[in-house]
């Protein structure tokens, strides 16, 4: 339920700041724009809140985690589909033929490649990784502070499915996303894209968006996808069904869930009139007990 303020509500890049939680000017002397530098509690915050959502899916949803490559070659790409249309959005290695991944979903759902599965379906896997985009054509939109960056860090689930069940761990994966947001106290909505909105590789797809109060509008964190055998084709990946026949399995994933927008969410749900931030008590085990971010807390 999004919460109703007595005060103007700060956005996150006033609120950041002011706080020390990261430094916007440093991080773009160090790499340019869109890549911020956090400090002090803002980096334990960002490490708290991985660390947070790989227990809360391995724990209590099941998944295995994965500490997968942050840079993949060409066949791998093509696998999921960010190659060929997705080239110009992704950072190169040219000389040794390699991208810096967009989303752990690539390494992840490729790590089958080629294969036949034998393990008993559904195979889950969630990972956190740092993503890369260059975000061709997206310069001067949202790119104030943590909104639209060239680097940032997510965390990642990933499902290998018989076909007959992808429709219905479509819909436990997208839970398994909201779990994070509901867990955390945060006014979230999730939307179904329809047809025209689809990407070109996904049948069905769910984006779930956090209320970011200072920046009055609502932010996608997650867009949970179900592929069909559409990657399964590209990156042949399959398994041994009923008759004992080699059959491409179903592949699923979404974020559980991307931060920094996370980030901008807690910052401006949490905001007080004084303009320290109050952190869902989840967080507390991960914040050395801490539960307010003041200027004194580092």
């Given at each position: 339920?999004?919460?109703a303020?007595?005060?103007?509500?700060?956005?996150?890049?006033?609120?950041?700041?002011?706080l020390g939680?990261?430094?916007l000017?440093?991080?773009?002397?160090?790499s340019?724009s869109?890549f911020?530098?956090?400090t002090?509690?803002?980096?334990?915050l960002?490490?708290?809140?991985?660390?947070?959502?790989?227990?809360?899916?391995?724990?209590?949803?099941?998944?295995?985690?994965?500490?997968?490559?942050?840079?993949c070659n060409?066949?791998?790409?093509?696998g999921?589909?960010q190659?060929p249309?997705?080239a110009?959005?992704?950072?190169?290695m040219p000389?040794?033929?390699?991208?810096a991944?967009p989303?752990a979903?690539?390494p992840?759902?490729?790590?089958?490649?080629?294969?036949i599965?034998d393990?008993?379906?559904?195979?889950?896997?969630t990972?956190?990784?740092p993503?890369?985009?260059r975000?061709a054509?997206?310069?001067g939109?949202?790119t104030?502070g943590l909104?639209?960056?060239?680097q940032?860090d997510k965390?990642?689930?990933?499902?290998?499915t018989?076909?007959?069940?992808?429709?219905?761990?479509?819909?436990?994966?997208t839970?398994?996303?909201?779990a994070?947001?509901?867990?955390?106290?945060?006014?979230y909505?999730?939307?179904?894209?329809?047809?025209?909105?689809l990407?070109f590789?996904?049948?069905?797809c769910?984006?779930?968006e956090?209320?970011a109060?200072?920046?009055?509008?609502?932010?996608?964190v997650?867009s949970?996808?179900?592929?069909g055998?559409?990657q399964?084709?590209?990156?042949?990946?399959r398994?041994?069904?009923?008759?004992?026949?080699a059959?491409?399995?179903h592949t699923?994933?979404?974020?559980?869930?991307?931060?920094?927008?996370?980030v901008?969410?807690?910052?401006e749900?949490g905001?007080?009139?004084?303009?320290?931030?109050?952190?869902?008590d989840?967080?507390?085990?991960?914040?050395?007990?801490?539960s307010?971010?003041?200027?004194?807390?580092?």
């Amino acid at each position: 339920e999004v919460q109703a303020f007595d005060f103007e509500p700060q956005a996150h890049w006033d609120l950041g700041e002011a706080l020390g939680l990261f430094d916007l000017e440093r991080g773009a002397k160090l790499s340019g724009s869109g890549f911020p530098l956090f400090t002090g509690a803002g980096a334990r915050l960002e490490r708290a809140l991985i660390q947070f959502m790989l227990d809360l899916h391995t724990e209590e949803h099941g998944y295995v985690e994965v500490a997968p490559p942050f840079f993949c070659n060409a066949p791998t790409m093509t696998g999921t589909g960010q190659l060929p249309k997705f080239a110009e959005d992704m950072y190169t290695m040219p000389e040794d033929g390699l991208y810096a991944i967009p989303t752990a979903e690539v390494p992840v759902t490729n790590m089958y490649a080629n294969e036949i599965l034998d393990e008993t379906l559904p195979i889950l896997h969630t990972a956190y990784t740092p993503c890369f985009r260059r975000e061709a054509g997206a310069a001067g939109k949202d790119t104030r502070g943590l909104q639209r960056l060239h680097q940032f860090d997510k965390v990642e689930l990933v499902k290998f499915t018989r076909p007959e069940e992808s429709a219905v761990e479509h819909e436990k994966l997208t839970a398994n996303a909201e779990a994070v947001l509901q867990a955390l106290g945060l006014p979230y909505r999730v939307i179904e894209l329809c047809t025209g909105d689809l990407g070109f590789s996904a049948s069905r797809c769910y984006d779930i968006e956090l209320w970011a109060p200072g920046l009055d509008r609502w932010l996608e964190v997650s867009s949970c996808s179900n592929f069909g055998d559409y990657q399964a084709r590209r990156a042949n990946i399959r398994y041994r069904n009923e008759e004992g026949k080699a059959a491409f399995v179903h592949t699923i994933n979404g974020s559980g869930v991307a931060l920094p927008r996370l980030v901008i969410a807690l910052l401006e749900n949490g905001q007080q009139a004084d303009g320290s931030v109050v952190l869902p008590d989840v967080l507390a085990p991960y914040m050395r007990g801490k539960s307010v971010l003041t200027r004194s807390v580092r």
